[in-house]
């Protein structure tokens, strides 16, 4: 299993970036997958799940309408479009299978930083 994040950056409030999640060495299709973050000094927390046929099913609180989780099963990629940035969001985001469907093994993340 290898799974790798990329995409984030340096942003202001208010800024967008879209996060993707390419992986390799398991079935990606068949699986609902989730993205998590995990900011300094918090525990990783599911930010949002998507179903194996696309459809968004789970977004936290703290991100609801302001983030847009999707995939593609042909290139084995999920993404997560996050609009309205806000401080509060810094942190490193991973993707993974949501937590009751069995985890994989982690990737190395990738580091978002929004600047107030």
């Known amino acids: 299993v290898h799974i790798v994040e990329s995409g984030g950056g340096l942003v202001q409030s208010g800024g967008s970036l879209r996060l993707s999640c390419v992986t390799s060495?398991?079935?990606?299709?068949?699986?609902?997958m989730s993205w998590y973050r995990e900011a300094p000094g918090k525990a990783r927390e599911q930010v949002a799940t998507?179903?194996?046929?696309?459809?968004?099913?789970f977004y936290a609180d703290s991100v609801q309408g302001r983030f847009v989780i999707s995939r593609d099963n042909n290139r084995n990629t999920m993404y997560l479009q996050m609009n309205d940035l806000k401080p509060a969001d810094t942190a490193v985001y991973y993707c993974?299978?949501?937590?009751?469907?069995?985890?994989?093994?982690w990737g190395q993340g990738t580091q978002v930083l929004v600047s107030s």
């Open positions: 060495g398991f079935n990606f299709p068949i699986y609902d």
């Open positions: 998507i179903r194996l046929d696309g459809s968004p099913i």
């Open positions: 993974n299978r949501p937590i009751e469907r069995g985890l994989l093994s």
